[in-house]
C-alpha cells in the first residue's frame, strides 16, 4: 500500500514540474526585420521585446546554428527579434541570408501557414493591414461554420508586405461549442 502511495506522489510530482503552459511564441523568418516590425507596429500595435541576435553581432552559422535550428550549410541568421501583440504569444522573427527561400503564401504547404490575430473591429483592422502594406485576399466576411457562426462573426485572409499569410477574426458573439468539446479555445483578453 505505502508502494502505490509513493508512486501516485512521484507521479503528482512530475506533473507538476512539466506542466505545458501553452505558446511562448511563433518563429516567423522576413526578408526585412525594420520592416516586419513597421508592419506589426502599424497593423497590430506590436511593441519589441527585444533583439536577441543583431547584425552587429557575429551571423549564426556553421555546425551549432545546423545543431540548434538544423540551418542549412552556406546560410546564417544575422538578425532575432521578439515582439509582444496584446496579450497573445510573442512573436520573433528571424532575417536569414541564404540563395534559396521561398513565401509560405497558401495553406496547402506542411508546416507553420499562418498566424491568426483576434479583433474586436474587423474592418478597421483590415483597413489598418491594407495602409501597412499587407493585400487582403477578399473582403471581411462571416464565418461560416454553425460552431463560430454567429452575427458579428469575421474572418479575413490577407497577406504580409513580404507575402506571408495572416488571418484577422472576430467571434464576439461566441462560439457554440459541440457537446463534445473539450474546453473553449484560447481567446485574447480584453
Known amino acids: 500500500m505505502q508502494k502505490v502511495n509513493e508512486t501516485e506522489m512521484e507521479k503528482k510530482i512530475e506533473a507538476k514540474t512539466h506542466e505545458i503552459r501553452g505558446i511562448d511564441h511563433i518563429g ?44 542549412p550549410e552556406g ?10 501583440i496584446g496579450n497573445t504569444p510573442c512573436v520573433e522573427l528571424f532575417h536569414i541570408k541564404t540563395n534559396k527561400q521561398s513565401v509560405v503564401d ?27 502594406g499587407g493585400t487582403l485576399c477578399s473582403d471581411p466576411h462571416p464565418l461560416p461554420s454553425e460552431i463560430e457562426g454567429g452575427e458579428k462573426n469575421y474572418w479575413v485572409y490577407g497577406q504580409a508586405p513580404w507575402g506571408s499569410l495572416i488571418e484577422l477574426i472576430s467571434y464576439s458573439s461566441g462560439i457554440h461549442y459541440p457537446e463534445k468539446s473539450e474546453v473553449d479555445r484560447w481567446t485574447p483578453d480584453c
Do not use: W
Open 28 to 71: 516567423l523568418t522576413v526578408p526585412d526585420i525594420e520592416e516586419a516590425t513597421e508592419f506589426f507596429k502599424k497593423v497590430f500595435n506590436a511593441k519589441v521585446c527585444y533583439d536577441v541576435h543583431t547584425p552587429d553581432m557575429p551571423p549564426q552559422r556553421g555546425k551549432s546554428a545546423k545543431r540548434n535550428v538544423n540551418l
Open 75 to 84: 546560410t546564417s541568421i544575422d538578425h532575432i527579434r521578439l515582439l509582444r
Open 106 to 132: 497558401t495553406i496547402v504547404n506542411f508546416g507553420l501557414t499562418h498566424l491568426a490575430f483576434y479583433t474586436d473591429n474587423i474592418e478597421l483592422s483590415a483597413k489598418k493591414f491594407v495602409e501597412a
